[in-house]
Nanobody, 123 residues
Framework: QVQLVESGGGLVQPGGSLRLSCATS????????IAWFRQAPGKKREAISC????????YFLDSAKGRFTMSKDSGKNTVYLQMNDLKPEDTALYYC????????????????WGRGTQVTVSS
């Protein structure tokens, strides 16, 4: 059974950091790519980044470049999103998603999704 479970969200002050985790099971990270998306209330879901089966990361969201870093621990079947210098506009529900075989910023191509973890940036 394929599962993706996000964790690590919470309330953080502006300028703070969070590390999100996406624990996966039921498929191999040797073949599937994992992407992070987010959706704020009243807004469209947007792609943040993606990590390929060969550990190459692509960052789709301009505002995330230089602040967010994606990584993978294949031994733990877990993908991470380190988020630094968080801003109130980063407040959203963050999702991870899996797809075979290539990264894409189009949410419609992703086969499997987690339920999300809430990130709130506020003083």
């Amino acid at each position: 059974q394929v599962q993706l479970v996000e964790s690590g969200g919470g309330l953080v002050q502006p300028g703070g950091s969070l590390r999100l985790s996406c624990a996966t099971s039921g498929f191999s990270l040797k073949y599937y790519v994992i992407a992070w998306f987010r959706q704020a209330p009243g807004k469209k879901r947007e792609a943040i980044s993606c990590i390929s089966s060969s550990d190459a990361s692509t960052y789709f969201l301009d505002s995330a470049k230089g602040r967010f870093t994606m990584s993978k621990d294949s031994g733990k079947n877990t993908v991470y999103l380190q988020m630094n210098d968080l801003k109130p506009e980063d407040t959203a529900l963050y999702y991870c998603a899996a797809e075979y075989p290539s990264c894409s910023d189009a949410d419609g191509v992703y086969d499997y999704w987690g339920r999300g973890t809430q990130v709130t940036v506020s003083s």
